[in-house]
């Protein structure tokens, strides 16, 4: 991941991505979710927060897909 140059956030148990509560990262197209973003996320925790990414993302492209149809 550090080929990326996302941003990072500095916790007590290392450094990790940062990540808007979304998903988001610092980058418009990519999203992270468990370990990477959340040093203390489990599996279940890990899962909710894929679900709820995973949402975020299809809009996403969703967004993308309309105003790539509507510009001239």
């Not at 996320?41 to 299809?58: D, E, K, L, R, W």
């Amino acid at each position: 991941l550090a080929s990326l140059n996302l941003a990072r956030a500095d916790t007590p148990m290392g450094s990790f991505l940062a990540v808007d509560m979304m998903g988001r990262t610092s980058d418009d197209r990519i999203w992270a979710v468990g370990n990477v973003t959340n040093p203390a996320a489990n599996v279940p925790a890990s899962i909710g927060a894929g679900s709820m990414t995973g949402g975020a993302v299809n809009a996403a492209l969703v967004g993308w897909d309309f105003d790539r149809s509507v510009s001239p």
